[in-house]
């Protein structure tokens, strides 16, 4: 969603953790750079580096990329109206492999397809609610499956070659409390809606995945306090509620622990 600053041109640093699907350890490591076209326009980049660790292998690369333009509505009355469109563009094929064997979606550092967001942000007083559209184009080129000779659950994944994902609903709460010393908390509560199953190629054809459609619920609390200089400092702590069955994509988080800084 679309983000706030003060300055022409300012920067992001944003570092999490997270433990994913079969507690795969997640390092995300983010820059995005934004400008201030005018009072209400602005204009984002965000590049995240990514490592994985897990109990098939590990990997490291650039994530996917996110570019976005937001407009301000509003802005003079005790409400505002923030319209985007954003794309994420693919970094890779979502296609990483460790000893020659291919990897779930868990381990790769990229959903391995563009894809087209549409958002609208409602902010009044200490409410903010956002609501979000995103679309993936096409399948992505992840070759796993369960080997036929894994016995173990805990190295059996959500399949996920040559995934195709469904498209996306995203709606946001977010409530602002205040507090001493310029610093404040922020609850969230965020609901993901797929809309279609997705789907993979096994045996030479198309497998729509049972349960793979439906909400994700994520709860989440963000503790922000002002620095000096116009600099932010903002300590983040999500969980699900509630996931769907199969999670194909590999965006399970069954933790997440981040800090940034903004207005570098």
């Known amino acids: 969603h679309p983000s706030v600053t003060k300055n022409k041109i300012s920067a992001n640093f944003n570092q999490t953790f997270a433990l994913g699907e079969k507690f795969v350890f997640i390092s995300q490591t983010s820059i995005s750079l934004q400008y201030r076209l005018t009072a209400g326009t602005r204009f984002e980049l965000i590049s995240p580096f990514i490592f994985t660790y897990g109990n098939l292998g590990y990997t490291s690369g650039v994530g996917d990329m996110i570019i976005s333009a937001s407009q301000d509505f509003f802005k003079q009355k005790n409400y505002q109206l923030t319209a985007s469109l954003g794309g994420r563009l693919k970094t890779n094929h979502a296609n990483f492999a460790f000893d020659n064997e291919p990897l779930p979606m868990a381990y790769q550092t990229s959903l391995g397809t563009n894809d087209i967001i549409l958002g609208m ?30 016995t173990d659950p805990n190295k059996q994944y959500f399949e996920s070659a040559y995934l195709k994902r469904g498209d996306d609903l995203y709606l946001r709460a977010q409530y602002k409390l205040m507090l001493k010393n310029e610093s404040k908390l922020l609850f969230n509560l965020l609901g993901i809606y797929r809309i279609q199953k997705s789907e993979i190629l096994k045996n030479d054809q198309r497998i729509t995945l049972d349960g793979s459609s439906g909400l994700t619920l994520n709860a989440g609390v963000s503790f922000k306090k002002e620095l000096k200089n ?7 702590l999500a969980f699900p509620m509630i996931d769907r069955d199969y999670r194909a994509d590999g965006l399970t988080r069954n933790i997440v622990f981040g800090v940034s800084i903004s207005n570098l």
Do not use: C, M, T
């Open 230 to 236: 116009d600099r932010e400092l903002n300590i983040l």
């Open 121 to 150: 942000q409602y902010s009044r007083l200490k409410w903010n609610l956002y609501f979000a559209y995103q679309h993936p184009f096409g399948s992505n080129k992840n070759a796993y499956l369960v080997p036929e000779n894994e």
